[in-house]
């Protein structure tokens, strides 16, 4: 995508490191300061609306921030999963000089807000970054490509999740009966 020729995009002032689209819904990750911020937009109503409020969150645009550590960071892959109904984000950070692991965001996509994330880890003694991923509904896992010093990993995080267990606290003796809710 061609940022310049995307009314009210180009004027604001973000910085826009990942874009995907499913159907007539179009996701932006995008750096303002040290937020980290997910757009969606439908994709007729994004020409309709005037460029503050792409950066704002206003006039009806649904997004969600996410605190990214000050300094240097960068968005590496975005995508989609309609299974599970959630938009994923890659990003790697550098603190003191020095690359960190690449962190996962996941954010669904009803409601608009982020509902977990994941830390890669390092490997041989090097930070793992996400340079690409895929996601399988029918298996409920992304697989991360993932560049650690030269060489190449393939990495699979799961995709399902708790949204609540009922009740919070059970009977440590049993007879409880404990349901799990997620996707």
Known sequence: VDWKNVPGLASSGVQYGGFTAEGDTWFFAERSGDLLQ?????????????????ADCSKG??????????????ITDMGVDTSSGSVYVSVVSVVAGQEQPAVMYRISIEPFAVSGSAQMTYYAGNPETIRDFAISASSSALYALSAVSGSVRLV?????????IIPAVADARGGTPVTVVGK
């Open 38 to 54: 997910v757009v969606a937009v439908n994709k007729v109503d994004l020409f309709k609306v005037p460029s503050a409020s792409v």
């Open 61 to 74: 645009i649904n997004c969600t921030k996410v605190m990214q550590s000050s300094g240097v960071w960068r």
């Open 156 to 164: 699979a995080l799961n995709t399902y999740f708790v949204d609540a």
